[in-house]
Nanobody, 121 residues
Framework: QALLKESGGGSVQSGGSLRLSCIIP????????MAWFRQTPGDERLRIAR???????LYTDSVKSRFIISRDNAENMLILQMNSLKPEDTAMYYC???????????????RGQGTQVTVSS
């Protein structure tokens, strides 16, 4: 897979916000699914949000109503706005782009290298 690069991670206190971004390739929009995953040490990488080419979104329950996935078409960037952060959101976050919305990032054509998010209580 080709590598993407995320940015925007860092340390924040509980209740704070962070905005992650990921430059995505110039890809045929009719075949794109864009997603954010996160992983903590010892656990599997889980998809937390995905954005389909038709604009539909899907969030895992733990981030629903707090995180927003979007695409900045002008900058060709995938965004994850994270609000009301909690210590349990602490993880490495990864972006992924592919031709279908797989639940595993293994099958995405483009994957990021990860950016660390740490939320302190």
């Amino acid at each position: 897979q080709a590598l993407l690069k995320e940015s925007g991670g860092g340390s924040v206190q509980s209740g704070g916000s962070l905005r992650l971004s990921c430059i995505i390739p110039d890809y045929k929009t009719s075949t794109i699914c864009m997603a954010w995953f996160r992983q903590t040490p010892g656990d599997e990488r889980l998809r937390i949000a995905r954005l389909n080419f038709d604009g539909t979104t899907l969030y895992t329950d733990s981030v629903k109503s707090r995180f927003i996935i979007s695409r900045d078409n002008a900058e060709n960037m995938l965004i994850l706005q994270m609000n009301s952060l909690k210590p349990e959101d602490t993880a490495m976050y990864y972006c992924a782009v592919g031709d279908a919305c797989y639940s595993s990032d293994t099958f995405y054509k483009y994957r990021g290298q990860g950016t660390q998010v740490t939320v302190s209580s």
